[in-house]
């Protein structure tokens, strides 16, 4: 099996688009916020089992899967999780580098005291999970925070473009994670915080940059 059994899930004997559907979100969910270790093998077979469908939604989620680059496929067919060289780390450090700050830009006009007291409120839940040594749950806030911010920046392809990347860092971030070894709210999102409250474009920009790169560079080298 793909990782642990749970009980059946009431979606998974819905038509087959539903099936489809579900088997896709919540794999994808799993990959994105690392549940899922890089270089892991997959089956349709054991997706299937997993989630209790048919071999028809495991091999149609895979192959959305696939086509997103949040899992890999051999010329052999074997599936798998992606193990990604230093060299692709720092591709996709330095495409974050670029969309992600752009995003925030965007956001800013729109940063209203709401957002930002939902950002502080992500924060008190990462500095939670911190606590708890909560890999899956660190990056799940991690990237909520990112994604919180960037919804307000109204650029939905340049959201999925991020996304996408996200997706493929899923599985390395908990590698990630572990050589971090954080003690507290990152101090890169205070200071996103602290720009968004002073209408500071040029020190967003620069938070952001630092945030999403520096963490990446380290398992680059």
């Known amino acids: 099996m793909l990782i642990q059994s749970r009980s059946a899930d009431p979606s998974a004997t819905a038509p087959t688009g539903a099936a489809n559907d579900m088997v896709y979100r919540r794999l994808r969910s799993r990959i994105m916020y690392g549940e899922v270790k890089p270089g892991l093998s997959l089956t349709l077979r054991g997706i299937g089992k997993e989630f209790d469908v048919s071999m028809t939604p495991a091999r149609e989620a895979v192959r959305r899967l696939v086509a997103e680059g949040a899992l890999t496929l051999s010329s052999s067919g074997r599936v798998s999780t992606p193990e990604l060289s230093p060299d692709r780390i720092e591709e996709l450090a330095a495409i974050r580098a670029l969309l992600e700050p ?70 390395t971030m ?43 560079r380290m398992l680059a080298q």
């Open 174 to 216: 908990c590698d990630l994670y572990g050589r971090l070894n954080r003690t507290g709210t990152p101090q890169h999102h205070k200071l996103i915080v602290a720009a968004l409250k002073a209408g500071d474009e040029p020190g967003l920009r620069v938070a952001v940059r630092a945030d999403v790169t520096q963490g990446l």
């Open 102 to 171: 752009e995003l925030a830009a965007r956001a800013l006009p729109r940063a209203h005291f709401a957002l930002i007291d939902r950002l502080q409120t992500i924060n008190g839940t990462i500095a939670q999970v911190i606590a708890k040594h909560d890999a899956p749950g660190y990056i799940r806030a991690n990237l909520d925070f990112h994604r919180t911010l960037y919804l307000r920046a109204q650029a939905p392809a340049m959201l999925a473009m991020a996304e996408t990347v996200w997706l493929q860092m899923g599985p």
